[in-house]
């Protein structure tokens, strides 16, 4: 069955630091992945996502995250954090044949210190 | 603008009260999904819709129903609330086809008492 997995609970980084958010996927075929960030108070927002193709995927707000087949995993990274970036991330992943639904994993909470 | 809108923002409910959660989309999507998001557990997908009157179970559809009557509008019926449903939970929709971008409503805070 699928699953995603975010190891990181919580990640604390720096004003203006790198960011690398990870994310592993357990997928049969290729998986369509996605990104999506949710602000306190608010939904979520999609950020980028991974069908085929090119395997660095550019999204909003600067963001951009690799597909690597052969360690499962789709890691988000921002070269630069910008205090308005400390929200909710998620990774997921597409769960059904018909193209409907997504799993999502737990979430990692991003922290940005001034 | 694209718009998902729920219909309260916070809602407080007694043990053993019918409780309905309505979702409206104005972008003519074909699918709707209602999520259960809580702390350390992320999003789950309870029940989705990919047309009128079509309903799919997710992944804890145990204690709901849902109702989409018109394509615009996907209900999440709580028969008979309990404690355990305490929770944010979260309406999205999407185009038809293969994975395409769920957009988000802002969530409803329901608690049971």
Same mark, same amino acid.
């Given at each position: =069955? @699928?699953?995603? +997995? @975010?190891?990181?609970?919580?990640?604390?980084?720096?004003?203006? =630091?790198?960011?690398?958010?990870?994310?592993?996927?357990?997928?049969? =075929?290729?998986?369509?992945?996605?990104?999506?960030?949710?602000?306190?108070?608010?939904?979520?927002?999609?950020?980028?996502?991974?069908?085929?193709?090119? +395997?660095?995927? #550019?999204?909003? %707000?600067?963001? *951009?995250?690799?597909? $690597?087949?052969? #360690?499962?995993? /789709?890691?988000?990274?921002?070269?630069?954090?910008?205090?308005?970036?400390?929200?909710?991330?998620?990774?997921?992943?597409?769960?059904?044949? =018909?193209?409907?639904?997504?799993? /999502?994993?737990?979430? +990692?909470?991003?922290?940005?210190?001034? | 603008?694209? $718009?998902?809108? #729920?219909?309260?923002?916070?809602?407080?409910?007694?043990?053993?009260?019918?409780?309905?959660?309505?979702?409206? @989309?104005? !972008?003519?999507? *074909?699918? !709707?999904?209602?999520?259960?998001?809580?702390?350390?557990?992320?999003?789950?997908?309870?029940?989705?819709?990919?047309?009128?009157?079509? %309903? *799919?179970?997710?992944?804890?559809?145990?204690?709901?129903?849902?109702?989409? *009557?018109? %394509?615009?509008?996907?209900?999440?019926?709580?028969?008979?609330?309990?404690?355990?449903?305490?929770? !944010?939970?979260?309406?999205?929709?999407?185009?038809?086809?293969?994975?395409?971008? #769920? /957009? /988000?409503?802002?969530?409803?805070?329901? +608690?049971?008492?």
């Amino acid at each position: =069955a @699928q699953s995603v +997995t @975010q190891p990181d609970i919580h990640i604390t980084v720096s004003e203006g =630091a790198s960011l690398e958010l990870r994310c592993n996927y357990s997928y049969g =075929a290729t998986p369509y992945l996605f990104w999506y960030v949710q602000s306190p108070g608010q939904g979520l927002q999609l950020l980028l996502k991974y069908f085929s193709g090119d +395997t660095l995927v #550019q999204g909003i %707000k600067g963001f *951009e995250a690799e597909f $690597k087949r052969s #360690q499962s995993s /789709f890691n988000l990274r921002k070269p630069s954090v910008h205090w308005s970036d400390a929200a909710e991330y998620f990774c997921a992943v597409g769960a059904n044949q =018909a193209g409907t639904a997504l799993i /999502f994993g737990k979430g +990692t909470t991003l922290s940005v210190s001034s | 603008d694209v $718009k998902v809108t #729920q219909s309260s923002r916070y809602l407080v409910k007694r043990t053993g009260e019918k409780v309905f959660l309505e979702c409206v @989309q104005d !972008m003519d999507h *074909e699918n !709707m999904f209602w999520y259960r998001q809580d702390p350390g557990l992320g999003l789950r997908l309870i029940y989705f819709s990919y047309d009128v009157k079509m %309903k *799919e179970k997710g992944d804890i559809p145990e204690g709901y129903s849902v109702s989409r *009557e018109k %394509k615009e509008r996907f209900s999440l019926i709580l028969e008979s609330a309990s404690t355990n449903q305490t929770s !944010m939970y979260l309406c999205a929709s999407s185009r038809g086809g293969n994975y395409n971008e #769920q /957009f /988000f409503g802002p969530g409803t805070r329901l +608690t049971v008492l």
